[in-house]
């Protein structure tokens, strides 16, 4: 162990971000950067402490070989030597807790001197409980089998050649994200476990937690004899550090972006390195004629306002025309604060005791993220499944419903990432789901789709034995 984590002190910082600009060679800029106004994540400018001459470019690709070198040496790493890194890191998040939410509680300051929204400064946010949870998605990620080296299928052939199809590390993955501490040390986690180096971008709203935590992860690998480099970050490099990345093309070799919709679309659009699309999330619910009153009431209430800023809530709520639930889900909805944006049909079906806001089409598309609710009536399944095909983005759907057949032609109809029956959207989330923790939820058909977990962080090469076969 290192002094940093046998001691409550804060560990120290090492001296990565100094050697970024020392590596760094000039070289001419670089065209077709992302424009400062394509997301908000990636305008804030490059830190005071980073010299103006830096050749930014030049110094994300120092990171990203070092990072290749890292990785070269975490493909290597067995089982008990991530799991003891895992569980250095999970110790050390605990022992440097006052700091991280010192750290934490300047950025939410900053957040709220700005103006930023409710739904963000709650992501944004950490408490004792959110950064134990960490430590503990730490510790169930070091219980769960490794994926590297897993047999994905294999054979003899006729000819006596011996084949294997098995997992092995990405190599290099960067993520580009904003506002979201925990998705620091979640991507790490997983990153490692997964045999992988990584490299983050958690944008300026929580530089100091993400500088915080950067910090503990990296000491925390030394101290077990990892690379240190296996973590590494380009925020002191602001938006330009994150084009640099999007374009590190041969040193990268996955970038997953995770936010909001114009963040996700900047990266997707501007990036030369493979993306995998992690998407907002207008999730829906349909409330099935046949649901009883006491569940649709304890999922709705559960799927909007448990925790409405993150991508599993749900954002609109189809009502089946014969359903007679519709007063209470919507009473219960309204007592807990959220702001029902209704169509004709629900406004006229709702007691006058029940306030709603008429909805309009943008409604129809809008992830929230907060305590509002769109509210359409249909009047058949086909007609629930006609509105999600035309507004969904492809997270999460679900049904409430006690007709078997309903629920079957639901799930063979929707073409979501997720599709969950008689239960909250909530559930679409990789530690729930047994993964231990998620990277983001893919809703691209490529790769991966849905909760990306350990086994997505891998690809795939296979292996053929032979005794001298030759093709004829």
Not at 6 to 11: F, G, L
Not at 176 to 181: G, K, L, M, N, V
Not at 409 to 428: G, K, L, P, Q, W
Request: charged content about 20%.
């Amino acid at each position: 162990m290192t002094e940093a984590l046998t001691s409550p002190a804060m560990p120290s910082e090492n001296s990565a971000h100094a050697e970024n600009a020392a590596h760094a060679e000039k070289a001419a800029p670089a065209e077709n950067a992302v424009p400062a106004e394509a997301t908000g994540v990636l305008q804030d400018p490059a830190p005071a402490a980073v010299p103006a001459e830096t050749d930014v470019e030049a110094a994300v690709h120092a990171i990203a070989d070092r990072s290749r070198k890292a990785a070269r040496k975490m493909a290597h790493a067995n089982r008990a030597w991530k799991d003891k890194g895992l569980r250095a890191i999970g110790k050390a998040l605990l022992e440097h807790k006052s700091h991280i939410l010192a750290a934490n509680a300047k950025d939410v300051a900053a957040g709220r001197a700005n103006g930023t929204g409710a739904a963000l400064l709650d992501r944004l946010t950490l408490s004792d409980a959110r950064i134990a949870a960490l430590a503990a998605a730490l510790e169930n990620l070091a219980t769960l089998p490794d994926p590297v080296g897993n047999v994905v299928r294999g054979q003899t052939l006729p000819n006596g050649l011996r084949l294997r199809q098995i997992n092995v590390p990405m190599g290099v993955v960067a993520a580009i994200y904003e506002a979201r501490p925990n998705v620091t040390v979640d991507i790490a986690g997983l990153a490692l476990k997964s045999g992988n180096a990584v490299i983050l971008r958690g944008g300026s709203a929580a530089a100091a937690t993400n500088a915080a935590l950067v910090t503990i992860l990296r000491d925390s690998l030394e101290s077990v004899g990892l690379p240190a480099d296996a973590v590494q970050s380009v925020d002191q490099y602001g938006r330009d550090g994150a084009n640099a990345l999007m374009r590190a093309r041969g040193r990268v070799d996955v970038l997953i972006p995770r936010g909001g919709r114009e963040l996700i679309q900047a990266v997707v659009t501007n990036s030369s390195v493979p993306v995998i699309e992690t998407g907002e999330g207008n999730v829906h619910i349909f409330l099935d004629a046949s649901a009883s009153e006491e569940m649709a009431v304890d999922i709705l209430l559960n799927a909007k306002t448990q925790r409405p800023s993150v991508c599993n809530t749900v954002e609109t709520l189809l009502v089946h025309s014969e359903s007679t639930v519709l007063p209470a889900v919507a009473a219960a909805l309204r007592a807990a604060g959220v702001t029902l944006h209704a169509d004709g049909r629900i406004r006229a079906a709702l007691p006058a005791s029940i306030e709603s806001v008429p909805a309009t089409e943008h409604d129809w598309a809008t992830e929230y993220m907060d305590l509002d609710l769109a509210v359409a009536m249909v009047d058949s399944l086909d007609d629930a499944v006609k509105h999600i095909r035309k507004w969904s983005t492809g997270h999460t759907e679900a049904i409430l419903t006690n007709d078997l057949a309903n629920a079957e032609r639901f799930i063979a109809e929707i073409d979501s990432a997720a599709v969950i029956v008689n239960a909250s959207t909530r559930f679409t989330d990789g530690g729930e789901l047994g993964l231990g923790a998620e990277v983001g939820i893919s809703t691209q058909k490529l790769h991966a789709r849905g909760p990306m977990g350990l086994t997505e962080l891998t690809t795939t090469k296979w292996i053929v034995q032979g005794e001298g076969q030759i093709r004829g």
